[in-house]
C-alpha cells in the first residue's frame, strides 16, 4: 500500500504528484486569508472521512489494479498513431520540404497543438459522457461523489478510463503524425520533469483544488479563457451538471455555450439526485451499476421475466 501511494506521489505525470498536492495546500491557504471565510470544513474529519471519500480511497487503490489488467492491453498507442497520421499525409498530399523554424519555436508550438488539441477533444468526450444516455450511466460514477478531495478525480469508471486513454492516443498521435510531416526530427515537447509544461503550470496553480471544497477562482476575465477548480466544482453541482466540461481552457465552453462563471453560482450541492444516491454506496455498485441500469433500461430484466413466467404456463398446461 505504501509503495502504490508512493508511486503516485512521485510521478510528476499523476494529479497527486507531490508538488501539485503541495502548491494547492498554499493556495488554499492564500485563499482563506484573504477571503476571510471558515476553513473548518476542509480541516474537518467529516470531510475527510465522509463515507463518500472512504469509498472514493478504497476505490483509487482498486483501481490501479483493474486499469494495469483491464485498461493498459486495450490501448493503442500515440505513436502507433502518429505513425498512421504521417503515412497518411504522405500518401494523399506528398512529401513537403520541411518548415525551417528554430528547434524551440517547433517545441513550444508542438507543446501548445498537443495541449490545445487534447484539451478540446477532453471537452466533447466529456459532453458526450452527460449528453448520450448510455455513456452517461457510466459517468454518472464520477458524479455520485457527495464530498470532494483530489483523490475524487479518480473516481471513475473503468469503461470511461478506457475512451480517455483512447481519445488522448488519438489526439497526441494526431498533431504528432502532422507536426512531424511539416518539420521532420526537430519535433519535441517543452517538458517540466517529464510532462508538458503546460500541464505542469495547471498543475502547479490548483489542479487539486478541482476536487476540493475550496472555492478557488479567477477574476471573471480569466474565467472566461481559463477553467478555474471552482468552475469545475460547478459542474459537479447537481444543477450544473451541463456547464463547464473543459478540463483547462474555458474557450470551448464560451463558444458552445457551456461556460459558467464562479460569480454566478453561490450555493454547491455535490452528487446526484438523493433518489439515485444509494445506488452508489460501495465498491461493487461502482463497478457494477452502469451495467444494471443499462440492462434495466434495455428492458432485459422484463424480458426474461416474461419468458420465465411463458415457461412456467407451458410447463403447468
Do not use: C
Request: charged letters at 15%.
Amino acid at each position: 500500500m505504501e509503495l502504490f501511494a508512493l508511486e503516485y506521489l512521485i510521478n510528476p505525470s499523476k494529479r497527486v504528484f507531490y508538488l501539485y498536492i503541495i502548491s494547492s495546500i498554499i493556495l488554499a491557504i492564500v485563499y482563506y486569508y484573504f477571503s476571510k471565510k471558515s476553513h473548518r470544513l476542509i480541516l474537518s474529519s467529516k470531510l475527510w472521512l465522509h463515507p463518500s471519500a472512504k469509498l472514493d480511497y478504497y476505490y483509487f487503490f482498486l483501481s490501479y489494479f483493474v486499469n494495469i489488467f483491464l485498461l493498459i492491453p486495450l490501448i493503442i498507442s500515440a505513436n502507433k498513431i502518429a505513425i498512421f497520421t504521417n503515412k497518411f499525409l504522405y500518401s494523399n498530399f506528398g512529401f513537403i520540404e520541411n518548415i525551417n523554424l528554430s528547434f524551440s519555436t517547433i517545441a513550444i508550438l508542438y507543446s501548445l497543438a498537443v495541449f490545445s488539441f487534447s484539451d478540446f477533444t477532453r471537452y466533447w468526450l466529456h459532453r458526450f459522457l452527460h449528453t448520450v444516455p448510455f455513456l452517461w450511466e457510466f459517468h454518472k460514477i464520477h458524479h455520485s461523489a457527495k464530498v470532494l478531495t483530489p483523490i475524487t478525480f479518480y473516481r471513475v469508471h473503468f469503461v470511461e478510463n478506457i475512451l480517455f486513454a483512447l481519445r488522448y492516443s488519438l489526439s497526441v498521435g494526431f498533431i504528432t503524425g502532422i507536426f512531424i510531416y511539416l518539420f521532420g526530427a526537430k519535433v519535441s515537447l517543452n517538458m517540466v520533469l517529464g510532462v508538458n509544461i503546460f500541464i505542469f503550470i495547471f498543475s502547479i496553480f490548483g489542479s487539486n483544488l478541482r476536487h476540493s471544497h475550496v472555492p478557488f477562482a479567477y477574476f471573471s476575465f480569466i474565467e472566461k479563457w481559463l477553467l478555474s477548480p471552482k468552475q469545475h466544482q460547478i459542474h459537479h453541482d447537481k444543477k450544473h451538471f451541463n456547464k463547464n466540461y473543459g478540463g483547462y481552457i474555458a474557450i470551448w465552453d464560451r463558444v458552445f455555450g457551456t461556460l459558467a462563471l464562479s460569480k454566478d453560482v453561490k450555493v454547491l450541492k455535490f452528487g446526484l439526485r438523493k433518489n439515485q444516491m444509494n445506488e452508489y454506496i460501495s465498491i461493487k455498485d461502482l463497478y457494477t451499476r452502469p451495467f444494471i441500469n443499462l440492462i434495466k433500461k434495455g428492458g432485459y430484466f422484463e424480458k426474461i421475466k416474461l419468458y420465465s413466467s411463458k415457461n412456467a404456463t407451458n410447463l403447468n398446461s
